[in-house]
């Protein structure tokens, strides 16, 4: 009896020192995107001392969330296997429609918000229509998208910025709550709201399902289509979002803003861990990536480096991300 309770007592030590054992391959796994992005930091603040201060740090904060947003909206459908490649050219359309509603005295602050988020979410039902029903591949039908929503936001404004935007308006993208900027309150309501949407609800299971295998997500009873309607309207309505808040930002409505956005958005959900071979994605994961690409544009520009070698420094870290997602794939199947 006494030996089974020595055993027993032995077994119970080692499963408690088991919890407190730590992996170090799992623990880069889980939290090596974190420590990239804290790495990037240390960096860039031994590089150039005007990097790590409030105001610059707030800044880079400011200035991710849009493309934040963007990528936010983009990570459920890189989840299911698709893309969406018009969020960029949906800026600029929001831009000058939500521009031209929001003069100042014209009309009050909920009609342009309204028309800026109406027509995002619009296009992106076509988007998801286009994909579920037309049952076009989301590269084909977002690019289709992408050029004539750049036309259209051309045709209304006629290729010139709207200005005299009521003031209202301009708090959006310039005003602050408590010392807190609102694009900064407005990216974090997002990102939670999102979270939500993808950990606690059924359709975030049925998004991680049809992205691990969409013909057992069909067996199982889910409505696919329905799904892909949902999720690319629901990109299409946080690309509204974004580009009200970037056209209160610049205080006009551009409509040549939003270029390559939709490719930074892209590139921080896949440097977050978002799988282009689908079924893995967290919004966790792409605020981080967002925030790595924020802080290395700002510190490049604070390091007097070139445009252009930033826009090749970012190519290759999109092709390095896709390239280890591509091995892990691989070695799975």
């Known amino acids: 009896m006494s030996t089974r309770l020595e055993t027993n007592a032995t077994e119970v030590t080692q499963v408690k020192n088991s919890k407190f054992k730590v992996n170090p391959r799992n623990l880069l796994k889980k939290y090596g995107i ?16 005007h990097f790590l201060t ?27 296997k698709g893309i969406d490649l018009s969020s960029g050219s949906l800026i600029a359309l929001v831009s000058v429609v939500g521009a031209t509603f929001a003069q100042a005295g014209q009309y009050p602050i909920i009609v342009p918000i309204i028309m ?14 286009l994909v579920a029903k037309g049952l076009l591949a989301p590269f ?8 004539a929503a750049r036309g259209v936001a051309m045709l209304v ?11 209202a308006f301009l708090f959006i993208g310039q005003g ?48 696919v289509s329905r799904v892909l309607i949902i999720i690319y309207a629901y990109a299409g309505l946080l690309a509204g979002l974004a580009g009200m808040m970037l056209t209160s930002r610049i205080a006009s409505g551009q409509p040549q803003s939003g270029l390559m956005f939709e490719l930074d958005a892209i590139a921080a959900a896949v440097i977050g861990g978002a799988s282009l071979f689908g079924g893995i994605g967290t919004i966790g994961g792409t ?28 190519g290759a870290i999109i092709v390095a991300a896709v390239y280890i997602d591509s091995r892990k794939n691989s070695k799975k199947s």
């Not at 991710?64 to 983009?74: N, Y």
């Not at 084909?140 to 050029?147: D, E, F, R, S, V």
């Open 157 to 167: 404004s006629d290729g010139r910025p709207i200005g005299n935007l009521d003031s």
């Open 54 to 80: 409030s105001i610059n740090l707030i800044n880079i904060v400011k200035q991710m969330s849009i493309i934040g947003i963007i990528a936010i909206g983009v990570t459920p459908i890189i989840i299911t």
């Open 176 to 223: 602050s709550i408590l010392g807190v900027p609102v694009l900064v309150i407005i990216f974090a309501l997002v990102g939670i709201i999102t979270w939500v949407l993808l950990n606690k609800t059924k359709i975030g299971k049925y998004i991680y399902a049809i992205g691990g295998n969409e013909h057992a997500a069909v067996t199982a009873g889910i409505n």
């Open 34 to 49: 974190v420590l990239i992005l804290l790495s990037l930091i240390v960096i860039m603040s031994v590089l150039t001392p």
């Open 287 to 314: 605020i981080i990536g967002a925030l790595i690409i924020g802080v290395m544009n700002n510190g490049l520009d604070l390091l007097g480096v070139s445009s252009y070698w930033q826009q090749i420094v970012k």
């Open 116 to 129: 800026a988020l109406g027509v995002g979410l619009l296009a992106g039902l076509i988007n998801g229509t």
């Open 140 to 147: 084909i039908a977002t690019l289709g998208m992408m050029t």
